[in-house]
């Protein structure tokens, strides 16, 4: 039962994060789809991929078998964004306010910790992970409240809870890969580790979910970056 209220918030997080990011993006229909495509199908590819190991009982290796699939998407995400220059301005067209509000979703968070109170997950990875993202998640909250009207009066408490977002979320792959089992490079070794994550629902976190929102902390700190450089530029304006 735990499991299966598991995969509604995170497929329901998934299609949240992705519907916005491309809904409200200014492409044309046809990219648009395509872009909607794409997502299903990489979703298909996680839920068979994970369905497969659970089905065959495929032995961890000396890498995670959840690696494979979150380095594919970083390379995708962060490839577009460093070498398509259209796919950068796109996402730096998205609403600052949106770009944040999309991080309260990340209050599931609190999953981890259950998971670690059922002896399914070990610390510290558990704990870390876990209520690093509902901090972020809960913080977005008053963020976006602050955010309305002027974006430009809370750039100093953006930049951090971005750095502290962002921060978790490597701690938490760090820490993941530290943890997993059969790994050479395992140096926490409780058990189960982090075994869990390398089945459905949780495996679609670090594979579908923890890319993109790495990638909308880069466009975060892009947009702050440049709304800085703009308010420097009109105060020196004005005192000139």
Known sequence: MF???GTVFTTALYTTVVGVLIG??????ATRLAAFAAAGVWLVIVVATAAAIDLWAIP????PVNLLPF??????LFGA???????RDVLLSLPLTALVALNIGRVVGVFFVFLY????LTAPFAPSAGWGDVITGLLAIPLVLSMRGRADRATTPLALW???????LIAAISLGILSAPGTPLRLFTEEPGTAAMAQLPWMMIPTMLVPIYLLIHLTIATKLRALSS???HAQSHARA
């Open 230 to 232: 703009a308010t420097q």
């Open 162 to 168: 971005n750095a502290f977002g962002t921060l978790d």
């Open 81 to 87: 964004w460093f070498f398509i220059p259209k796919v």
């Open 3 to 5: 499991d299966i209220v």
């Open 71 to 76: 380095v594919v998407l970083m390379a995708l």
């Open 24 to 29: 409200l993006s200014p492409i044309r229909a």
């Open 60 to 63: 961890g290796g000396p890498v």
């Open 117 to 120: 109170a059922q002896g399914r």
